[in-house]
């Protein structure tokens, strides 16, 4: 199996800042991208922001200038620093994984972390 742990969620005030943090774990062979994506309440799930294994990142427009995704391929982890965090930045973010995996079967799987809530309030 694959694990993926999320963390660096928490409350915050509106200008404020929040590092996300993905990290993968287990059967993996290889891992083609990881990303994020929220869900706010009454709200579909939308993408934050994406990179390849290649390094080709992918951004929200409302996201755009304020957040920046990255990884340590080394570590099969994806940080998403936040700066300038809104109210409508509310959500609960969760880490996505493109990978090839040994277990339970050898093939291509895409894998969903837990959640991580973040709260911009004042």
């Known amino acids: 199996q694959v694990q993926l742990v999320e963390s660096g969620g928490g409350l915050v005030q509106p200008g404020g800042s929040l590092r996300l943090t993905c990290a993968a774990s287990?059967?993996?062979?290889?891992?083609?991208?990881m990303g994020w994506y929220r869900q706010a309440p009454e709200k579909q799930r939308e993408l934050v922001a994406t990179?390849?294994?290649?390094?080709?990142?992918n951004y929200a427009d409302s996201v755009k200038g304020r957040f920046i995704i990255f990884r340590d391929n080394a570590k099969n982890t994806v940080y998403l620093p936040m700066s300038s965090l809104k109210p409508e930045d509310t959500a609960v973010y969760y880490c996505?994984?493109?990978?090839?995996?040994?277990?339970?079967?050898?093939?291509?799987?895409?894998?969903w972390g837990q959640g991580t809530q973040v709260t911009v309030s004042s």
């Open positions: 996505n994984v493109d990978l090839l995996r040994m277990a339970p079967t050898w093939g291509r799987q895409n894998y």
């Open positions: 287990g059967s993996i062979i290889s891992i083609y991208s």
């Open positions: 990179i390849t294994n290649g390094g080709t990142t």
